[in-house]
Each structure stands twice: as C-alpha cells, then as structure tokens.
C-alpha cells in the first residue's frame, strides 16, 4: 500500500497492485465518494479527472488483465481493513469511475441501468457483507476498545457490531453512530428485544425476562443488566446516535 496514492502500482508492474480509502470522520464527507451504482456494484473513483493518469491507466491494466487487487479501507487514521481479492470489472470514463466486484458472482454480473432485480439485490448484499459489514466490525471494536458496552467483555472474537436501526432501516447504515459493541449474547438479546438501551445509555430488561427463573446465564447475562449504564467510546462522535437509540427503544417498549 501507498500511504500517499489511492493506486499502487509497484515499480517493474504494469498493472496496479492495490486500492485505498482513506479515512473520514464522522459526520465529514470524503474526498471520493465511492458509491454504488444502479446495479448494486460498488465504484472506485479515479485519481483526479484525467483518465489517461498514469494511477488510473494503471487500474485500467488491471481491469484488462482481470487481475485481483487488494483494497485497504482505512477504520481509523493510520488503520486499515484489507479486503482481497477484489476485481476491477468496468471502467466509465464518463462518470470518472471504475466498477469493483467483491467475488465470482459480481464478476460476471451485467453493468448498467437496466439489471434484474434479483441481481442487483445479490450484487448489493456481497457489497454489504464483504466491505461494509467488515469495516463496520473493526470501526465499532475498535470505538469500543474491544469491550462489550454492556458487560465489558474483552475477547474480541466473541464480540459484534450490533446494528441500533436493522439493515433495511433507513437509518440503519453500517456507521459509526448506529453501532454498539456487544458480546454475542448480548447481541442476540439486543436483536431480540429481551434487553434495550434507553437514549440516555441505561440498559433496561424486559419485564417478563427480568421475571423469569432459568439458572446462572439468565441470571447473571441478562437479568443483572437492569440498570447498566453502557460503556461509551471516548470519542463523542462515535458514540450511539441518541434519535436512533431512542427509535430502536420505542421497538423494545413495544416487544414487552
């Protein structure tokens, strides 16, 4: 990786090697928008608007050899996910773009305005758990010194990031202000709407769970959470977006 070019393309190659984004703070807007398109393909913005520069021809090699390349998303500054292999399968001058495929399905996926429906949901849904959900993970963990914020769990791979607002929410993006870092029972539970989280970070369990008898797990994992106050990021802006804390609540208040 280039820490000062978005293209890599080592010396003696004559295709690119990798890709990157570099960080953005919460609520700032990039430099490049990579987006998807109306296909459910993600786009890579080019270096600049030239694209005969030597990075984007570079990428373009890559594209015409269908070479694989890795891409680095920072999670923080200085910190960065790889996701590989990833492929460049479109290039559109036009709009100052390339089209990336995140597997063999989206390799061979049709690019355009008029797709089928079923494809573009397929080509959204790799996008969204090959990058998005990936980098989601690291950012929420990382936010959260890789502790759940309800029981202070510490070992990594037994913690999530918990979505407040679901996928398929509107508000419900893999971003920083809609992340909670949970253990995975505390996730389930969260999911479930045995345990919620008011607005103001205070953990409440559900009237008939708090109620129930079941041994040490309910006891101990759910019942003894009544009352928690979560264990917040340092950095303000990473932390649970009151409104949708308050959204997400509305649900658990409901479910009892």
Not at 55 to 64: I, K, M, S, T
């Amino acid at each position: 990786m280039d820490p000062q070019r978005g293209i890599r393309k080592p010396a003696g190659l004559d295709a690119a090697l990798s890709i990157r984004t570099s960080y953005t703070p919460v609520g700032q807007s990039p430099p490049y928008e990579d987006a998807e398109g109306p296909d459910g393909l993600l786009r890579y913005k080019y270096r600049g608007t030239d694209p005969e520069h030597p990075e984007n021809v570079a990428l373009r090699r890559a594209y015409e050899g269908r070479l694989p390349l890795i891409w680095f998303v920072a999670s923080q500054p200085g910190a960065y996910v790889p996701i590989y292999p990833i492929w460049i399968i479109g290039d559109e001058p036009r709009d100052l773009q390339f089209v990336v495929a995140f597997d063999a399905g989206q390799r061979f996926a049709p690019i355009g305005l008029i797709v089928d429906e079923d494809q573009r949901r397929y080509a959204e849904r790799v996008t969204h758990q090959r990058l998005h959900q990936r980098v989601f993970r690291v950012r929420v963990l990382d936010a959260y010194r890789t502790t759940c914020a309800m029981c202070r769990l510490k070992y990594r791979p037994l913690l999530d990031a918990a979505h407040i607002l679901p996928d398929g929410h509107p508000r419900g993006s893999p971003a920083l202000p809609n992340g909670l870092a949970l253990c995975k029972i505390h996730h389930a539970a969260y999911d479930a709407n045995y345990l919620g989280v008011r607005p103001d970070y205070v953990v409440e369990v559900r009237a008939d769970v708090s109620q129930a008898a079941d041994g040490p797990m309910l006891l101990h994992g759910l019942q003894e959470m009544a009352g928690v106050r979560l264990t917040l990021p340092r950095s303000v802006s990473a932390r649970p977006d009151s409104s949708r804390l308050e959204e997400r609540y509305a649900t658990f208040r409901l479910a009892g």
